[in-house]
Antibody, heavy 119, light 110 residues
């Protein structure tokens, strides 16, 4: 079955960077893309961006374009999300999610990774 | 900027039927937006209920259904149960490369 297992929670200082991993299993890795979605405490879901695991192409929401990097390692079936210049309002649970039919629309979800940004 | 709007809250009686909607600030929602619906309970990752307008995700009971109603995407829950009490989110695929989530609907079953 499809499984997405994310790395553990992180605590960072403002201005630092965080890199979250998402290891996929149970399907052909390069056949489906991965989106990143975050959820601040008590808030709704926010789409950050998407990466093709086939060729590494990315799309991202405009608000993240200058500090978000998504990469893929086909040898380990792992996708990475790095967010730079962290601010306190980047405190959130970060989810990776695999698409099914249309590139980017999440259907299968990871368990989430809490990133806490605090001085 | 595109805004996707959902009802902030809704309430349904056990056994009742409720329809949640997903509206687009810039026009009508169609199947071209591949509306997708998620259920989230506290402390859990989202669970996909419906994708591409009306395709139920694996394991989702058939009392959950998706459609286009008028100019909005809709999620209908028929025969609501206590464990349907949750937050429900829709997402739309905009301009071929961007996703926008709605703000979510908190559903109460009482």
């Amino acid at each position: 079955q499809v499984q997405l297992v994310q790395s553990g929670g992180e605590e960072k200082k403002p201005g630092a960077s965080v890199k979250v991993s998402c290891k996929a299993s149970g399907y052909t890795f390069s056949s489906y893309g991965i989106s990143w979605v975050r959820q601040a405490p008590g808030q709704g879901l926010e789409w950050m961006g998407w990466i093709s695991t086939y060729n590494g192409n990315t799309n991202s929401a405009q608000k993240f374009q200058d500090r978000l990097t998504m990469t893929t390692d086909t040898s380990t079936s792992t996708v990475y999300m790095e967010l730079r210049s962290l601010k306190s309002d980047d405190t959130a649970i970060y989810y990776c999610a695999r698409d099914v039919v249309v590139a980017g629309i999440p259907v299968y979800w990871g368990q989430g990774t809490l990133v806490l940004v605090s001085s | 900027q595109t805004v996707v709007t959902q009802e902030p809250s809704f309430s349904v009686s056990p056994g009742g039927t409720v329809t949640l909607t997903c509206d687009l600030s810039s026009g009508s929602v169609s199947t071209n937006y591949y509306p997708t619906w998620y259920q989230q309970t506290p402390g859990q990752a989202p669970r996909t209920l419906i994708y591409s307008t009306n395709t139920r995700s694996s394991g989702v009971p058939d009392r959950f259904s998706g459609s286009i109603l008028g100019n909005k995407a809709a999620l209908t829950i028929t025969g609501a149960q206590a464990d349907d009490e949750a937050d429900y989110y829709c997402v739309l695929y905009i301009d071929g490369d961007t996703l926008v989530f709605g703000g979510g609907t908190r559903l109460t079953v009482l």
